[in-house]
């Protein structure tokens, strides 16, 4: 990239081409012919907005309609997903698959170029803007369920390495004039060398799209993505959203609420009322059980994509399919505590055009006034053990056996029920082991950590102290 460097501070007009990594031919922009498209980058032509930035609809010159991704600041994470999603769309080419027009590099610039959509995504469809209206009939909700399951599968099974998107989700499959889908962002995206059934690594993803082994423990696999398409799935049949807000605050996911339907065969109850009851029969049936088989919380009874898609166009019927039981994750506390959000601002995650309104959680010690709790706990976490980089919050459940560890509650009984500790310093100094039963969450520090120890180096803390104080 040292070559392209400057293109973004540059006054003077390139001749627009370059050639990018899989001799795919990318429009290199300069940030004036951006600025020129977007109207400065206005609020009216803003089109979502999100932790990595925000996206705006713009109209080049020559009359090519775009969507321009500006990244809000150059940290080292919009660093890492700026150059994760240019290297990714450089191996990748499917119709079912948002490429890349373009981009624009500078000193203290990252904006990354696509056709603008003028659908925009299944979630502006289901719940946002066009939420009202019935665009999505059964037919073309069988479509985009179809076609984005065949993207996804082109990066499991036909591109070496293999690609694991690790975000899939409504904001993130946009829908072009004839509402044929296509997978987009690739920010989070996970390349998975030959022979690799999987990995540990930083938990990256959308609340209620998370499959449970990679949100409790980081492991990642081409099965994570079949589940969070089995969500998608059950939106897109429901009309429902993942994760919903009941009456005095009370969450409940998308598959809890299938979960019974499903076991009692009223299968027509789940369909999205807005349907008003204009769907075929047999593929609703057809699609639910996929689902269910997609978000089994073990990932070894999820079906691969190529099956998922064989299923869908009626190819596979698997003999078990008609006897699944969903048998999904129950996301309590500990998982909503993974959501992206800040724990002291709200903000909005959205995918390439859509936006999505994260909740916010409740101060787990509001309940007990200004009273301050200190804390001292000895870290035993699983090794490698690599916490996401300036996420707001991480979940840690230590693989500890609680029979054997006498003192494995001591000292946390006042605050049993919210195991949630803001951490503020790190310090070497060994003390006695103390760790709570429920998982830890830690809100990553706001300041950096004495001695000169980068949060980066967290990892290096096993069986080393971390003081966590409620400030």
């Known amino acids: 990239m040292g070559s392209i460097m400057s293109c973004c501070s540059s006054e003077k007009v390139d001749e627009g081409v370059v050639v990018a990594p899989g001799n795919t031919t990318w429009r290199m922009f300069t940030y004036k012919e951006l600025h020129t498209a977007t109207n400065g980058f206005s609020d009216d032509n803003k089109l979502g907005e999100g932790g990595f930035g925000s996206v705006y609809w713009g109209k080049t010159s020559d009359g090519l309609e775009i969507a321009v991704k500006k990244l809000k600041a150059m940290t080292v994470k919009a660093e890492m997903e700026f150059a994760v999603e240019v290297e990714v769309l450089g191996r990748v080419k499917h119709k079912n698959l948002l490429g890349l027009r ?17 659908n925009l995504s299944v979630l502006s469809h289901l719940h946002g803007q066009f939420g009202g209206d019935v665009q999505l009939d059964w037919k073309k909700r069988m479509k985009i369920a179809i076609g984005s399951a065949e993207g996804i599968l082109y990066l499991h099974h036909e591109v070496t390495p293999h690609i694991i998107h690790r975000d899939i989700k409504a904001s993130n499959v946009l829908l072009d ?66 994760i919903e807000k009941l009456p005095g605050g009370v969450k409940r996911t998308i598959t809890e609420w299938t979960e019974p339907l499903i076991a009692d065969g009223r299968f027509k109850e789940l369909v999205d009322p807005k349907l008003r009851g204009h769907f075929e029969e047999n593929q609703l049936k057809q699609s639910i059980y996929v689902a269910a088989l997609c978000v089994q919380s073990e990932p070894e009874k999820r079906p691969n994509m190529m099956q998922v898609v064989g299923m869908l166009k009626g190819y ?3 003999g078990n399919l008609m006897k699944t039981r969903m048998d999904s994750v129950k996301y309590k506390e500990e998982l909503m505590a993974l959501d992206q959000t800040s724990d002291d ?28 709790i200190t804390k001292h706990i000895i870290s035993q976490f699983p090794s490698p053990f690599n916490p996401p980089l300036n996420s707001d919050l991480l979940a ?15 000292g946390f009984s006042s605050i049993h029920d ?14 006695p082991c103390i760790v709570p ?7 990553s520090p706001s300041s950096p950590a004495r001695g000169g120890v980068r949060p980066s180096k967290f990892s290096t803390f096993r069986n080393r102290a971390l003081r966590c104080s409620n400030l």
């Open 418 to 431: 919210d195991p949630i500790i803001r951490l503020r310093h790190l310090t070497h100094h060994r003390v």
């Open 345 to 372: 601002d709200f903000e909005e995650s959205c995918g390439v055009f859509g936006t999505m309104v994260g909740t916010k959680m409740q101060d787990p010690y509001s309940r007990y006034g200004n009273k301050k």
């Open 177 to 242: 004039s004839d509402f044929e889908p296509l997978v987009a962002d690739f920010g989070f995206a996970k390349l998975i060398p030959e022979g690799v059934s999987h990995m540990t690594t930083r938990v990256k993803g959308t609340l209620g799209y998370l499959a449970p082994e990679y949100a409790m423990w980081g492991k990642v696999s081409e099965s994570c993505d079949v589940y969070s398409f089995g969500i998608l799935l059950l939106e897109l049949v429901t009309g429902r959203k993942p």
């Open 437 to 443: 039963s429920p998982p830890v969450f830690f809100v």
């Open 102 to 118: 373009g981009y624009c590099v500078g000193t203290d610039q990252r904006l990354i170029v696509y056709d603008y959509k003028p």
């Open 316 to 318: 596979d019927t698997r």
């Open 396 to 410: 840690v459940r230590p693989p500890i056996d609680e029979s054997k560890s006498p003192s494995f509650s001591d």
